[in-house]
């Protein structure tokens, strides 16, 4: 199956440093485009319900740490590594990970 095209996601709202949700959902957008998945294939595997994944994925929902977890296990991440991702979303850039970074990133999801 050919994956679709990755569109670019933006923040809801703009003018404004986009909140956490918003940069999660950009995230989890884009590693189910780079899988070729549906909304119904990664939201059932995660056991949420494809409506609940996609306000995820469009930062209208903020979301457990559980429901975080569980679409981050079925898009077959680490939380640690999503974290780190939406760090980088917020940066522009790699983020550089030591010990200290990542207990405070896990802590932080």
């Not at 569109?7 to 959902?25: A, D, K, Y």
């Not at 903020?62 to 569980?70: F, G, K, L, Q």
């Not at 940066?91 to 932080?108: E, F, K, M, N």
Request: charged fraction near 25%; glycine fraction near 12%; aromatic fraction near 2%.
């Amino acid at each position: 199956m050919t994956a679709p095209a990755v569109r670019p996601v933006t923040p809801i709202r703009r003018g404004r440093e986009p909140l956490w949700r918003e940069l999660l959902g950009v995230r989890l957008r884009r590693l189910r485009h780079e899988r070729g998945e549906t909304l119904g294939e990664t939201a059932e595997r995660a056991g949420v319900s494809p409506q609940y994944l996609s306000e995820m994925e469009r930062g209208v929902k903020d979301p457990s740490s559980e429901m975080i977890a569980a679409v981050a296990g079925a898009l077959g991440v680490t939380l640690i590594d999503l974290t780190l991702g939406v760090a980088e979303e917020i940066g522009g850039g790699p983020v550089r990970q030591t010990r200290a970074s990542a207990t405070v990133l896990a802590l932080a999801a």
